[in-house]
């Protein structure tokens, strides 16, 4: 059952540009989902949990999520070139598709050799 919120009382202050920026900073690494409720934590003496971010695991992370999406585009690009193969009817249609189909080929085979670098670069990066 969810806790019944009687906050009925306002309490305003004024802060610095930079009071305001350590204050965000901290709520930040906090694993409080409001500005108001890590304030209120905090002149209250609640605890507060921070979270601990690791930075390499972080850029992994960034650098797969890019790649999956330009995996998702070339898969996308592959379908449709399949899905155009089933429809021609003539030998010329069939050579257009072919070029294009060996463009694809090679962007794909390029992207899954950054993915395998990539990944080299972080197991190396673990290891040490």
């Known amino acids: 059952m969810k806790e019944q919120n009687n906050r009925t009382k306002w309490l305003h202050l004024r802060l610095t540009p930079d009071e305001y920026q350590k204050i965000v900073a901290a709520f930040s690494k906090s694993t ?3 500005l108001s409720e890590y304030a209120r934590k905090n002149i209250l003496q609640k605890p507060i949990v921070n979270t601990y971010r690791n930075k390499s695991l ?19 690009n592959f379908n449709q070139a399949v899905k155009k193969l089933h429809t021609l009817h003539q030998i ?22 950054e993915i395998k670098k990539h990944i080299q670069k972080f197991a190396e990066s673990w290891l040490q």
């Open 92 to 113: 010329i249609d069939f050579k257009h598709w072919l070029i294009s189909y060996e463009l694809e080929k090679k962007i794909l085979f390029n992207k899954v050799d």
């Open 32 to 34: 409080c989902r409001k």
């Open 58 to 76: 972080d850029d992994f992370m960034a650098e797969m999520m890019r790649l999956r999406g330009e995996l998702n585009s070339i898969g996308n």
